[in-house]
């Protein structure tokens, strides 16, 4: 039987070897996305946490206000991606990563995680947010998002 060190090392050492992508790296864009976009923001959520959730109520709003195209990634499966497209209304694309693209592929360990990438896919932009209004500070700072009031 492992010890809990044990466990637990080997959790964190898993986070450890995942370099993050950094500024000025090609993003791996998935075929489905379109290239007609001046900006693209990239949102990885997972069901499993509070914030991620939370946020998934704010996104329509915030791709009103997006200059570029938004795309939401999350680790639920197509019919569940569907069904929260549906029932928030998204009008952007909704889709699935594994525990597996999300550690190698993409390089994010810690959920909600955004990239805002420029016309040509490239990270002008990584970071973890915690909520909507985090996310949209960090937009406004790039200067991609209409300055209206934020969601609360």
């Not at 050492?13 to 000025?24: E, F, K, M, V, Y």
């Not at 996305?33 to 914030?51: A, K, M, P, R, V």
């Not at 998934?56 to 069904?83: M, P, W």
């Amino acid at each position: 039987m492992k010890s809990l060190d044990e466990i637990f090392g080997n959790k964190s050492s898993d986070q450890n070897n995942i370099r993050p992508l950094s500024i000025g790296e090609n993003f791996p864009v998935n075929g489905n996305i379109s290239n007609e976009g001046t900006h693209y923001l990239f949102c990885f959520l997972s069901l499993y946490c509070f914030d991620c959730v939370e946020l998934l109520t704010h996104l329509a709003e915030i791709n009103k206000r997006f200059y570029g195209e938004v795309t939401l990634y999350t680790d639920a499966t197509l019919e569940e991606n569907l069904e929260i497209k549906d029932h928030f209304d998204y009008e952007f694309m909704v889709l699935s990563y594994t525990k597996e693209e999300l550690a190698s592929l993409y390089h994010v360990y810690l959920t909600p995680y955004v990239f805002i990438l420029d016309s040509k896919f490239s990270i002008i932009k990584a970071c973890n947010i915690k909520d909507a209004n985090d996310l949209l500070d960090v937009l406004e700072l790039e200067g991609l998002v209409l300055s209206e009031k934020k969601t609360s």
